[in-house]
């Protein structure tokens, strides 16, 4: 099933069930589909509404940060709750062995040797696990690899 089916569905469920909460999210994730959809004047494929996905979850992560550092926790703990249900639809997120494992893969398949490659390692791995990775903390890695 697709992800915007999914999410479709999740939605109807979550209305008849009086969730306020997650009709919400998944009411503002739908319409992020429906302007992507505009936008590239064609049906979404899974790919497409997986980066849509993923913009909603650094938007909100920015958010969090922002409220926290403002000392705003009411609005933080709401943005995390939201967070929390668009994650319920982005595959399982890579641990750090996990992340590290791939890291070591991709240098060994790209052949790079020095720090100046690091944003083709970077590149090729967002590209073959999408939503899978924290960038921040995949840079760390990559970088401990590279200068080593």
């Known amino acids: ?57 650094k938007q909100r992560q920015e958010s969090i940060r922002q409220y926290s550092e403002a000392g705003r926790n009411d609005l933080s703990g709401r943005e995390q709750d939201e967070l929390k249900i668009i994650n319920a639809y982005l595959p399982r997120s890579f641990t750090s062995q996990e992340m590290e494992s791939v890291a070591k893969e991709v240098i060994q398949e790209l052949k790079i040797t020095d720090i100046k490659g690091m944003g083709l390692v970077m590149k090729a791995i967002s590209q073959k696990y999408p939503g ?5 903390q995949l840079s760390t890695i990559v ?5 080593s």
Do not use: H, P, W
């Not at 970088?143 to 200068?147: E, M, P």
């Open 1 to 57: 099933m697709m992800i915007t089916e999914r999410i479709e569905k999740d939605f109807i469920l979550a209305y008849k069930n009086k969730e306020s909460e997650k009709v919400a999210v998944l009411r503002l994730l739908k319409a992020a589909f429906k302007n992507k959809q505009v936008e590239l004047r064609k049906e979404l494929s899974d790919a497409e509404a997986l980066d849509v996905l993923i913009k909603e979850v």
């Open 132 to 136: 899978q990775t924290d960038g921040r």
């Open 143 to 147: 970088r401990q690899l590279l200068s």
